[in-house]
């Protein structure tokens, strides 16, 4: 069976996922202040790489660049529920982009797979 | 054969290998992250040669166009000479054509270049002063049409570079620069994309070459323009503006003076704002301090416009760059 990213449709499904995903993250009263004061165009890209680790698609990402990229926001009090927060708005994203039910679960299980990691545990 | 050249240095590219390997091999400090062409960490500018298509996408046209490529997903079959994204390249020498005044503290330098430097309106140059003090200007000519180099420079009182400017250049003087830089240029756009120009102070000066751009090439959607100054005096193309629309119709122009409470009143960015409805396939130009930037750019992008179809330059305070 094709991988979850090329079900999804590969990069193309990512490029149109990403720029929806950031905005919809950028106004989440329970997670916008992580993202004061970032570059946005560094940010988009690495909602891009989320993404396309999220979706099971070709990334090098490891649990190490995972820890470096969230350090400091964890200093800034990122826990569960903000993880939580990210978990959701990507399912929502993807429902908004008419994506099928079970792949938006598979999605957010691959996304939740790398949680321990985000938040140095 | 030598493949590779950065900043002027051969370094040896096995078959098959990618840049960032190269560098790193080399022990260059090169950034990078994912190695899979995603995260856009490694991003590199080719000064001469053409990066492979696959080492260029997901980059905006613009981008493309200028020579940018990801050096982890880069495997060249041609030389290429690059320079990491954010450096100007070598210097080369200008002489000072003019030097005037636009405004209180607003001056216009026109440099002569030869051989003609090679650069797109709306990217901006280093300025070398003698003692090697170096400051970023954005680029108000058009190549096509200036036999010149234009740029528009705010003095800052008690400022390295302003005073070497107000004092020591004159016509005749020769001087050093560098570049071009930065990717808030024309290309990419579509001939009937609305466009919405916004900048402060000497933020106008590479909208005026973008905007100078556009309509040499026939731009035909609606453009408009918004430019903010602190006193009126800042308007410092005012009346040539004002002109401009009237010869195209498709051309508006928004001036916003901070400290005036007349029509032309009021901030410059709440005015972009209110006036754009940030249809996705607007293409913005944002230019300007970087608190008017972040701040539309965010805005803009919350109110449904597209970070791909942004282009900007953001003026660094002095000291930093700009
Ligand atoms: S290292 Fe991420 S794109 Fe090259």
Redesign the interface.
Known sequence: MASLYERLGGEKAVDAAVELFYRTVLADGRIARFFEGVNMEDQLAKQKSFLTMAFGGPNKYTGKDMRKAHERLVAKGLNDSHVDAVIEDLSRTLRQLGVGEKEVQEVAALANSVRGDVLNH | MTLLTYREAAIEIEPGEDVLSALLRAEIDAPH????G????CLHRAVEGNPPAAAQ??LSNAQKALGYFLACVCVPDTPLTIVPAQEAGTRSEAVVHSIDRLSGDVVRLRLEHDPVFAYRPGQFLELIADDGLGRHYSLASLPEEDPFVELHIRLHPGGRMSRFIAEELAPGRRLHIAGPLGTCIYEGVDPDQPMALIGSGTGLAPLIGVLRDALRRGHRGPIRLYHGARERDGLYLHDHLWALTKRHTNLHYVPRVLSDSGPHGGDVAAAALEHENALPHTAFFLCGGEKLVGRL??DL??K?A???QMRTDTFLPAGSGR
């Open positions: 992250s994912c190695r899979s995603v995260c856009q960490s996408q997901g750019k965010r992008f919350l449904g597209s970070l791909k």
